[in-house]
């Protein structure tokens, strides 16, 4: 390990860091309480099973539902696999978990529903981590009036809850956007919504951590010795919050996937033809006092599955990066 | 004291200028008033006479003064769909969702607290155990989810609860009320456990939190070790004690049940404001965009400022250090 | 305030409910469909559910009763004076809900203010040249030339009273976003229902208007009616199984057989006159949706053709109206006056040809293309419209669905927002039950009152000119002859394409409702409703 110690003052490179942060995982406490922890296992399993299918789509799902020109219509509504339908329709094995309204294997559409949610969800919690996260430095290193501006702003927003402010954003732009226009960029709009309401609790938290490091003495020094403000931020404050910035985009990946459906459901998500999780739900929602109860359920089983499998690896992360609650 | 509550409104204020300022902005820019109000066939002299009366030439801060006067006669000017008056839209429309998200709260104190105390004083029992599971479902569980599902189960299979709108209504002075029959009652009681459930577990989450953290307490030991009844310590100064930050969740949380009234109403048709947004969004109809962001932002501050209040006037550790003079 | 100081009030607060509620001759009446209407103005909009809603307030020259009779309403007679003057004797002692009489200048200032540009209802009064007091109770209806079928439009011909319009500068029929229309919101009739309070997309609460003129002859027997818009479906089933509503339209085509089982429930089905179609644009010069080519593919036959052809009908028919259509060639229903049975044959479905044709057309490679569609006011009009979009994929169009409310639907493919279309879906019910209305209304543009809904500008100068004439024909063999000629050219070079009628189908609570009568133009008129 000494090597390694001698080579990283040599070339303090961010990848070389990253490896030894994932070196320090698989050794460390966190890795261990993993192993520990069969609910974050499986959590951990179901979630990655989740994104393998939803990467994947094109590939496992047994129908390309994505090309609305291989749906037949003649499809349309079979139930499940081993189910028959009030109407005495019996489901095929050809479509697992049946069909909706219009012939779509409801199995490869929740693949594809899958890959929508989970990217606009990524997507935007990506760029709020990322906003958020570079705002909370500035503001916690900086501090005088830039903090108070952003913290003031943060305050507001913070008074708003997500799910609002994603709806006010997606109806400006609406407003200001002609409508084709706004249809083609609803996925971008949306992702810029849910970002936007997001973005508060990174700032927030790491603005708390680097008020704590700023004062640090290893970070005092480096400033007297006259390093760039940006690179003791990058190299010293940084690294020190991502635990806290992690456990955060966890629990954040959970909202926004549960923001991104209900704003399908609500119909102001993205466009039909490319439905989501949320999406789905609401098509299907129209037929369960017929009895054609799959095109409701399976979707909305996969989207809670998939938030709860976030929200406990999240809970869990929360957890064991903070040795005192454990 | 006095300092806090200045310091406080001052705040609101600020918070209340600001959301003036955007809902203005939306207005007068997004929604181009004139071209709404002329469409696209109105000749330019007429768009320049009604530019005029609208007062669209005067300064911008002149402009947003009037719009603030307006706004505080309750004037927020007509909607695009049907040239209504904004605010009586809103007050058609503001009993039904006061009502849900009043009923909710209850509904989530009254059951969450209990909850929260049980899983906290009993940390193992299997019944704690199922509480936990569940509230973490809850969590997870999407609102329209939830909804949908009561509907299928209580509206369709059972057919005990009836699954759209307010039923009877009853005129009090102007406020239409579901709460005083029987069958108003029973078109709440879905949407309000709807809306309920996750603050529910929330508060849940949090008591039991709070009731773990105040039962460790040195100050909890030694009223054990006086020899005070298990039910005095748990009840008298635990729970006591861990009602402050249920009070601000709680209040905060008021927020949140009013922003997703909006789902709630729309699965269960309840003829709110929410619903009054989203087809206000449907439509673009920026006046009621703009008012309702107003009325909402009015609403989160005034519970702030309650919750502040209360909160300074529950926990002494915070008036103490007011009276010393300490700033945070 | 302690919990038992509370009671009592609560108690007394029921008690007082219970009181109100136990008044045994209260008869209210409950229904719902899945839209609100558009506006109260008699002149204003020309919308199925709207009309309904204006019939029940508003008074008109003759009447048409549910089995599609004409009877007198405020005229208690009229007379044919020459070919091109009908004399109308107006009713005695009609009062307006406002309580003004009714007199000749009402029906002379209604005359000038439905046929006004604005107005969608112009179409009704398009053949009258102008109407003439002559005596307080009567007045002169004189037509450009001999119409056949004015009578048959006089049910479209809605009283407003005009002292109560001047009083509030109301004579312009206002419409678009943003404006505020008078009458919209303060309708003042002489029906048999006033409204007591509109809360939009909420309720429409009617109570009768005890001065009504026809009260001692009027079947129902409702004391207080409440329309409540209901878009989502399965919403608006529970709440008819659940006894919440006393009817609700149209019933989803899911659920008949599950309300058919219900002992409570029962299901009225018929045929309606309603044809469902699809339409191009045909006037602009480039296609919305081509910007910088200065090309629109419509302009080509047989790209209209190659649509035709693309399209499935039987298919539409089997799975999404779940066999309660009936697929169509012509633009009109069987049963409407002029429909022609050896013509009404759909297009056939041939993708192949399709493509075949948009080759031919220099299309094949397609076009992109934005579909409007609206998705609360036709039985499943959304589903039709994702049905459609894989067969149009299919021969290479890249379609976009724009499926929305039917107020911002209609706005954007009407004239409010100038024909802002390229290929929308629309339904028509010929409000005089007769071809020439859909000619008039969808299949021209010349004149005036006509083309109201021709939102693609759909243009033949054949057409144009039998229109003209089938206007003025009275002798039936004739003007059938003409109706058949232009429907043909209309068929051969695909002004719009047909898709089906739709079924009728409402849910009726057998528990509340007495007798109620289903007329095939899908409305509920309050006159003819009977509760228990």
Same mark, same amino acid.
């Given at each position: 390990?000494?090597?390694?110690?001698?080579?990283?003052?040599?070339?303090?490179?961010?990848?070389?860091?990253?490896?030894?942060?994932?070196?320090?995982?698989?050794?460390?406490?966190?890795?261990?309480?993993?192993?520990?922890?069969?609910?974050?296992?499986?959590?951990?399993?179901?979630?990655?099973?989740?994104?393998?299918?939803?990467?994947?789509?094109?590939?496992?799902?047994?129908?390309?539902?994505?090309?609305?020109?291989?749906?037949?219509?003649?499809?349309?509504?079979?139930?499940?696999?081993?189910?028959?339908?009030?109407?005495?329709?019996?489901?095929?094995?050809?479509?697992?978990?049946?069909?909706?309204?219009?012939?779509?294997?409801?199995?490869?559409?929740?693949?594809?529903?899958?890959?929508?949610?989970?990217?606009?969800?990524?997507?935007?919690?990506?760029?709020?981590?990322?906003?958020?996260?570079?705002?909370?430095?500035?503001?916690?290193?900086?501090?005088?009036?830039?903090?108070?501006?952003?913290?003031?702003?943060?305050?507001?927003?913070?008074?708003?809850?997500?799910?609002?402010?994603?709806?006010?954003?997606?109806?400006?732009?609406?407003?200001?956007?002609?409508?084709?226009?706004?249809?083609?960029?609803?996925?971008?709009?949306?992702?810029?919504?849910?970002?936007?309401?997001?973005?508060?609790?990174?700032?927030?938290?790491?603005?708390?951590?680097?008020?704590?490091?700023?004062?640090?003495?290893?970070?005092?020094?480096?400033?007297?010795?006259?390093?760039?403000?940006?690179?003791?931020?990058?190299?010293?404050?940084?690294?020190?919050?991502?635990?806290?910035?992690?456990?955060?985009?966890?629990?954040?990946?959970?909202?926004?996937?549960?923001?991104?459906?209900?704003?399908?459901?609500?119909?102001?998500?993205?466009?039909?033809?490319?439905?989501?999780?949320?999406?789905?739900?609401?098509?299907?929602?129209?037929?369960?006092?017929?009895?054609?109860?799959?095109?409701?359920?399976?979707?909305?089983?996969?989207?809670?599955?998939?938030?709860?499998?976030?929200?406990?690896?999240?809970?869990?992360?929360?957890?064991?990066?903070?040795?005192?609650?454990? | 004291?006095?300092?806090?509550?200045?310091?406080?409104?001052?705040?609101?204020?600020?918070?209340?200028?600001?959301?003036?300022?955007?809902?203005?902005?939306?207005?007068?820019?997004?929604?181009?008033?004139?071209?709404?109000?002329?469409?696209?066939?109105?000749?330019?002299?007429?768009?320049?006479?009604?530019?005029?009366?609208?007062?669209?030439?005067?300064?911008?801060?002149?402009?947003?003064?009037?719009?603030?006067?307006?706004?505080?006669?309750?004037?927020?000017?007509?909607?695009?769909?049907?040239?209504?008056?904004?605010?009586?839209?809103?007050?058609?429309?503001?009993?039904?969702?006061?009502?849900?998200?009043?009923?909710?709260?209850?509904?989530?104190?009254?059951?969450?607290?209990?909850?929260?105390?049980?899983?906290?004083?009993?940390?193992?029992?299997?019944?704690?155990?199922?509480?936990?599971?569940?509230?973490?479902?809850?969590?997870?569980?999407?609102?329209?989810?939830?909804?949908?599902?009561?509907?299928?189960?209580?509206?369709?299979?059972?057919?005990?609860?009836?699954?759209?709108?307010?039923?009877?209504?009853?005129?009090?002075?102007?406020?239409?009320?579901?709460?005083?029959?029987?069958?108003?009652?029973?078109?709440?009681?879905?949407?309000?456990?709807?809306?309920?459930?996750?603050?529910?577990?929330?508060?849940?989450?949090?008591?039991?939190?709070?009731?773990?953290?105040?039962?460790?307490?040195?100050?909890?030991?030694?009223?054990?070790?006086?020899?005070?009844?298990?039910?005095?310590?748990?009840?008298?100064?635990?729970?006591?004690?861990?009602?402050?930050?249920?009070?601000?969740?709680?209040?905060?949380?008021?927020?949140?049940?009013?922003?997703?009234?909006?789902?709630?109403?729309?699965?269960?048709?309840?003829?709110?404001?929410?619903?009054?947004?989203?087809?206000?969004?449907?439509?673009?109809?920026?006046?009621?965009?703009?008012?309702?962001?107003?009325?909402?932002?009015?609403?989160?501050?005034?519970?702030?400022?309650?919750?502040?209040?209360?909160?300074?006037?529950?926990?002494?550790?915070?008036?103490?250090?007011?009276?010393?003079?300490?700033?945070? | 305030?302690?919990?038992?100081?509370?009671?009592?009030?609560?108690?007394?607060?029921?008690?007082?409910?219970?009181?109100?509620?136990?008044?045994?001759?209260?008869?209210?009446?409950?229904?719902?469909?899945?839209?609100?209407?558009?506006?109260?103005?008699?002149?204003? #909009?020309?919308? +199925? @559910?709207?009309?309904?809603?204006?019939?029940?307030?508003?008074? &008109?020259? !003759?009447?048409?009763?549910? /089995?599609?009779?004409?009877?007198?309403?405020?005229?208690?007679?009229?007379?044919?004076?020459?070919?091109?003057?009908?004399?109308?004797?107006?009713?005695?002692?009609?009062?307006?809900?406002?309580?003004?009489?009714?007199?000749?200048?009402?029906?002379?200032?209604?005359?000038?203010?439905?046929?006004?540009?604005?107005?969608?209802?112009?179409?009704?009064?398009?053949?009258?040249?102008?109407?003439?007091?002559?005596?307080?109770?009567?007045?002169?209806?004189?037509?450009?030339?001999?119409?056949?079928?004015?009578?048959?439009?006089?049910?479209?011909?809605?009283?407003?009273?005009?002292?109560?319009?001047?009083?509030?500068?109301?004579?312009?029929?206002?419409?678009?976003?943003?404006?505020?229309?008078?009458?919209?919101?303060?309708? #003042?009739?002489? +029906? @048999?229902?006033?409204?007591?309070?509109?809360?939009?997309?909420? &309720?429409? !609460?009617?109570?009768?208007? /005890?001065?009504?003129?026809?009260?001692?002859?009027?079947?129902?027997?409702?004391?207080?009616?409440?329309?409540?818009?209901?878009?989502?479906?399965?919403?608006?089933?529970?709440?008819?199984?659940?006894?919440?509503?006393?009817?609700?339209?149209?019933?989803?085509?899911?659920?008949?057989?599950?309300?058919?089982?219900?002992?409570?429930?029962?299901?009225?089905?018929?045929?309606?006159?309603?044809?469902?179609?699809?339409?191009?644009?045909?006037?602009?010069?480039?296609?919305?949706?081509?910007?910088?080519?200065?090309?629109?593919?419509?302009?080509?036959?047989?790209?209209?053709?190659?649509?035709?052809?693309?399209?499935?009908?039987?298919?539409?028919?089997?799975?999404?109206?779940?066999?309660?259509?009936?697929?169509?060639?012509?633009?009109?229903?069987?049963?409407?006056?002029?429909?022609?049975?050896?013509?009404?044959?759909?297009?056939?479905?041939?993708?192949?040809?399709?493509?075949?044709?948009?080759?031919?057309?220099?299309?094949?490679?397609?076009?992109?293309?934005?579909?409007?569609?609206?998705?609360?006011?036709?039985?499943?009009?959304?589903?039709?419209?994702?049905?459609?979009?894989?067969?149009?994929?299919?021969?290479?169009?890249?379609?976009?669905?724009?499926?929305?409310?039917?107020?911002?639907?209609?706005?954007?493919?009407?004239?409010?927002?100038?024909?802002?279309?390229?290929?929308?879906?629309?339904?028509?019910?010929?409000?005089?039950?007769?071809?020439?209305?859909?000619?008039?209304?969808?299949?021209?543009?010349?004149?005036?009152?006509?083309?109201?809904?021709?939102?693609?500008?759909?243009?033949?100068?054949?057409?144009?000119?039998?229109?003209?004439?089938?206007?003025?024909?009275?002798?039936?063999?004739?003007?059938?002859?003409?109706?058949?000629?232009?429907?043909?050219?209309?068929?051969?070079?695909?002004?719009?394409?047909?898709?089906?009628?739709?079924?009728?189908?409402?849910?009726?609570?057998?528990?509340?409702?007495?007798?109620?009568?289903?007329?095939?133009?899908?409305?509920?008129?309050?006159?003819?409703?009977?509760?228990?």
């Amino acid at each position: 390990m000494a090597a390694d110690i001698d080579h990283r003052e040599v070339v303090p490179s961010l990848a070389r860091r990253a490896t030894d942060s994932v070196h320090r995982f698989f050794d460390g406490d966190v890795f261990y309480s993993f192993r520990r922890s069969p609910v974050a296992m499986a959590a951990f399993a179901v979630t990655l099973l989740l994104f393998f299918v939803a990467a994947f789509a094109p590939w496992v799902a047994p129908h390309n539902t994505d090309d609305v020109t291989t749906l037949n219509l003649m499809n349309a509504r079979f139930p499940p696999w081993g189910f028959t339908d009030p109407f005495g329709t019996e489901g095929v094995a050809q479509f697992l978990l049946g069909t909706d309204d219009q012939g779509r294997d409801i199995l490869s559409a929740m693949m594809f529903g899958l890959q929508i949610s989970l990217k606009v969800g990524f997507a935007s919690v990506i760029l709020a981590a990322v906003v958020g996260t570079a705002l909370g430095l500035i503001s916690g290193y900086v501090g005088g009036k830039l903090d108070s501006v952003i913290m003031r702003i943060a305050d507001i927003q913070l008074t708003f809850p997500a799910i609002l402010i994603a709806l006010l954003i997606d109806g400006t732009v609406a407003g200001l956007l002609p409508r084709a226009l706004h249809q083609d960029l609803k996925v971008y709009v949306l992702i810029l919504a849910i970002a936007a309401s997001q973005w508060v609790n990174f700032a927030r938290t790491v603005r708390g951590s680097t008020l704590v490091e700023k004062n640090k003495e290893y970070v005092q020094a480096a400033r007297v010795i006259g390093v760039h403000p940006v690179l003791i931020m990058i190299r010293h404050v940084l690294p020190n919050v991502t635990g806290p910035v992690l456990v955060i985009a966890t629990l954040s990946l959970a909202l926004a996937i549960l923001t991104e459906a209900t704003l399908s459901f609500l119909g102001v998500g993205v466009p039909v033809t490319q439905p989501s999780l949320g999406t789905l739900i609401r098509i299907g929602q129209q037929y369960i006092f017929s009895g054609e109860w799959w095109m409701t359920i399976f979707p909305s089983l996969a989207l809670v599955v998939l938030v709860l499998a976030v929200n406990l690896l999240g809970d869990w992360l929360r957890d064991a990066l903070n040795p005192k609650l454990r | 004291m006095l300092a806090f509550i200045v310091q406080r409104l001052f705040q609101a204020i600020i918070v209340m200028f600001v959301v003036g300022l955007i809902s203005f902005s939306l207005f007068q820019y997004v929604g181009d008033p004139v071209n709404n109000m002329l469409g696209p066939e109105g000749s330019i002299e007429e768009r320049e006479r009604l530019r005029e009366r609208l007062g669209l030439n005067d300064p911008v801060p002149l402009q947003f003064m009037h719009y603030v006067g307006n706004a505080l006669q309750g004037e927020f000017g007509l909607s695009y769909r049907m040239g209504k008056p904004v605010d009586e839209l809103i007050v058609e429309r503001l009993p039904a969702t006061i009502e849900l998200v009043f009923v909710s709260a209850i509904i989530a104190l009254l059951v969450g607290v209990p909850m929260g105390v049980y899983t906290g004083l009993n940390r193992n029992s299997w019944l704690s155990r199922i509480f936990l599971t569940v509230s973490l479902v809850g969590i997870s569980l999407p609102t329209f989810v939830i909804g949908i599902l009561m509907i299928l189960i209580f509206g369709v299979w059972l057919g005990w609860l009836p699954t759209f709108g307010r039923g009877g209504v009853v005129d009090l002075g102007g406020w239409q009320t579901s709460l005083l029959t029987l069958q108003g009652w029973s078109h709440i009681i879905m949407p309000a456990i709807t809306l309920a459930l996750f603050q529910l577990t929330l508060i849940m989450r949090l008591v039991r939190a709070e009731m773990l953290e105040v039962l460790r307490t040195d100050y909890i030991k030694f009223a054990r070790a006086r020899g005070l009844r298990n039910r005095a310590v748990n009840y008298g100064h635990a729970l006591k004690n861990t009602l402050v930050p249920v009070i601000t969740i709680m209040g905060l949380q008021i927020g949140s049940l009013l922003a997703f009234s909006i789902i709630t109403e729309t699965v269960f048709a309840w003829p709110g404001m929410g619903l009054l947004f989203l087809q206000g969004i449907a439509f673009v109809d920026i006046p009621v965009m703009s008012s309702y962001l107003v009325l909402m932002a009015l609403f989160f501050v005034i519970i702030n400022l309650i919750v502040d209040l209360l909160y300074y006037a529950v926990d002494p550790r915070l008036r103490a250090e007011h009276v010393g003079g300490a700033a945070h | 305030m302690r919990l038992s100081r509370f009671i009592p009030v609560l108690a007394a607060a029921v008690a007082a409910v219970l009181a109100t509620g136990a008044d045994a001759d209260a008869k209210t009446f409950r229904y719902a469909t899945t839209g609100d209407i558009l506006g109260l103005d008699p002149h204003s #909009n020309n919308e +199925g @559910p709207t009309n309904t809603m204006k019939g029940n307030i508003y008074g &008109r020259l !003759v009447h048409r009763k549910p /089995d599609l009779s004409l009877v007198p309403d405020l005229a208690t007679d009229w007379s044919r004076v020459n070919p091109t003057t009908w004399r109308f004797n107006l009713r005695a002692g009609v009062k307006f809900h406002n309580g003004n009489t009714f007199n000749a200048d009402d029906v002379v200032y209604s005359f000038k203010r439905q046929t006004q540009e604005s107005s969608e209802m112009a179409f009704a009064l398009a053949s009258v040249e102008e109407v003439r007091k002559v005596g307080d109770l009567a007045v002169e209806i004189v037509t450009k030339g001999p119409d056949p079928i004015l009578l048959l439009n006089m049910p479209n011909f809605y009283m407003v009273d005009k002292e109560f319009m001047e009083a509030n500068g109301a004579f312009e029929v206002v419409r678009g976003a943003g404006k505020t229309n008078f009458a919209n919101l303060n309708p #003042n009739g002489t +029906g @048999p229902f006033k409204i007591v309070e509109w809360v939009q997309d909420n &309720r429409v !609460v009617l109570a009768p208007y /005890d001065g009504y003129w026809g009260k001692a002859d009027l079947e129902t027997n409702v004391t207080e009616a409440i329309f409540t818009p209901i878009p989502n479906n399965a919403t608006r089933v529970a709440a008819l199984l659940s006894g919440e509503i006393d009817l609700m339209y149209p019933v989803p085509l899911q659920d008949v057989p599950r309300l058919d089982a219900d002992p409570n429930v029962k299901v009225l089905q018929g045929p309606e006159l309603r044809t469902i179609f699809l339409g191009f644009d045909h006037w602009r010069d480039e296609l919305l949706d081509l910007p910088g080519t200065g090309k629109n593919p419509f302009k080509d036959v047989r790209v209209r053709k190659a649509f035709a052809h693309a399209i499935d009908t039987k298919a539409i028919q089997r799975v999404v109206m779940r066999g309660a259509s009936t697929p169509t060639g012509l633009m009109v229903a069987p049963g409407i006056n002029g429909f022609q049975k050896d013509m009404n044959t759909p297009y056939a479905f041939d993708p192949e040809m399709s493509k075949k044709l948009l080759t031919e057309a220099g299309y094949g490679d397609g076009f992109p293309l934005t579909f409007d569609c609206p998705n609360d006011r036709y039985v499943n009009d959304e589903a039709i419209c994702t049905a459609v979009v894989p067969m149009l994929e299919r021969v290479g169009i890249k379609v976009t669905l724009n499926a929305q409310t039917k107020s911002l639907h209609f706005n954007k493919i009407g004239k409010t927002e100038g024909n802002n279309t390229s290929f929308y879906m629309l339904g028509w019910t010929p409000g005089s039950y007769d071809a020439y209305n859909p000619l008039q209304n969808l299949m021209t543009i010349d004149g005036k009152g006509q083309g109201a809904w021709n939102s693609g500008r759909y243009n033949n100068a054949r057409v144009e000119e039998l229109t003209d004439m089938i206007a003025v024909t009275v002798d039936e063999k004739k003007r059938n002859d003409l109706i058949r000629e232009a429907f043909k050219i209309h068929y051969d070079e695909v002004g719009h394409i047909p898709l089906h009628q739709q079924a009728l189908a409402w849910g009726i609570s057998s528990k509340t409702v007495d007798k109620v009568w289903q007329r095939p133009f899908n409305d509920v008129d309050l006159r003819y409703v009977v509760m228990k």
